[in-house]
């Protein structure tokens, strides 16, 4: 009778079918494979072939956040959606995007609600194609196509509530078509600033501002970010017209004086407030519009030459229920 050698034993028992993890019913399996990272999923997939099926589970794609990485062409990136991506899919953070990935969205997942495009450059990329059906919205760029803002044009974002876009020239023209999504209820621009001299060509100036403020009157969060053309008339237009804010973030926005900002004490439903940046208002202002925002429990604000550590000490000495923040907000939230 032959025996089996030890070493022979020792790969016998290795053999995946018969190995403890293997074992394990599919809805285990499933919730443990919710756990890797989108790289250790694909590996895990070349296991064996239930692995590569279980993996291709609705409930392991609800999410999904695809990260940056120099190997991956556009082809490799567009056979793994095609592969994985369902209906089940419901938010989804792309590094690097294409018009067919943007196209196989619209086609295999109409429950995306949320996406977000960090790719430096969308050139080449059309908007059109974004998925109607999306709620909020981040566009992390600092190019993007000739008229990036076409799917705003056509009323394609019929439901959006939250639009976040990096958009260093900014136009009036853009602005106007933002105006046009009335469902937004939480806006982010940043680094507003407008490269255009000639206003014909769509400078980006209070005008333009003040469509988007009249226009967007159900605005609960409105966050700029370096937005050199918005000024006291702009303050004035934010008290008057959005009077349902309760987050405003004016950063690094320094042509605000003492007569804009007592322009917010209309906004009574104010929770956030974040000057930070250097906006050149006085304490004594600063204190009487505080007085008047009885809802108002964070107060952002950098000790500035305008504002020191004294004046900030008085202020939460008075108004006990504010917290009041001297660090950089917005890269808390970038955090």
């Known amino acids: 009778m032959l025996r089996r050698s030890p070493r022979l034993k020792a790969k016998a028992s290795l053999v995946p079918s018969e190995s403890g993890v293997c074992r394990l ?12 990272s989108i790289k250790s999923r694909c590996r895990s997939a070349r296991v064996c072939r239930r692995w590569s ?26 056979l793994f959606m095609q592969t994985y991506f ?27 609600t949320k996406l977000s495009i960090k790719g430096k450059d969308l ?20 190019q993007f196509a000739a008229n990036w803002y076409c799917p705003l044009t056509q009323g394609l974002l019929f439901q959006i509530e939250k639009l976040e876009v990096f958009c260093p020239n900014i136009t009036n023209n853009t602005l106007g078509h933002l105006a046009t999504l009335r469902t937004l209820k939480s806006l982010q621009l940043v680094s507003c600033r407008s490269s255009v001299v000639d206003e014909s060509e769509g400078t980006y100036t209070e005008r333009g501002f003040t469509c988007l403020v009249q226009q967007l009157t159900e605005l609960r969060v409105l966050r700029f ?7 006291d008339t702009a303050f004035f237009k934010i008290g008057n017209s959005l ?49 008047c925002l009885k809802s108002l429990l964070e107060l952002w604000i950098f000790d500035t030459e305008y504002i020191r550590q004294q004046h900030i000490a008085q202020i939460e000495e008075m108004f006990p229920r504010l917290t009041v923040c001297v660090q950089d907000r917005w890269e808390c939230m970038e955090v």
Not at 25 to 36: A, K
Not at 58 to 76: F, G, M, Q, V
């Open 25 to 36: 019913p599919d809805e285990s399996l499933i919730h443990i494979f919710s756990f890797l």
């Open 53 to 78: 099926s279980l993996m291709k589970d609705k409930h392991l794609w609800k999410d999904a956040h695809i990260p940056a990485s120099r190997k991956s062409s556009l082809t490799k990136i567009l």
């Open 86 to 112: 369902t209906d089940a899919l419901e938010t989804l953070t792309l590094y690097r995007a294409s018009n067919k990935m943007l196209q196989l969205l619209n086609k295999q997942c109409p429950r995306l």
């Open 123 to 142: 050139k080449t990329t059309d908007l059109s194609f974004l998925p109607p059906y999306l709620m909020e919205l981040h566009l992390g760029s600092y």
């Open 225 to 231: 970010q370096q937005c050199s053309q918005i000024s």
């Open 243 to 291: 009077t349902k804010l309760e987050d405003l973030t004016l950063h690094y926005c320094c042509n605000i004086t003492d007569v804009g900002l007592k322009h917010l004490k209309n906004l009574q439903a104010l929770k956030i407030l974040d000057l930070g940046g250097g906006t050149p208002v006085s304490p004594e202002a600063l204190i009487e519009v505080l007085g």
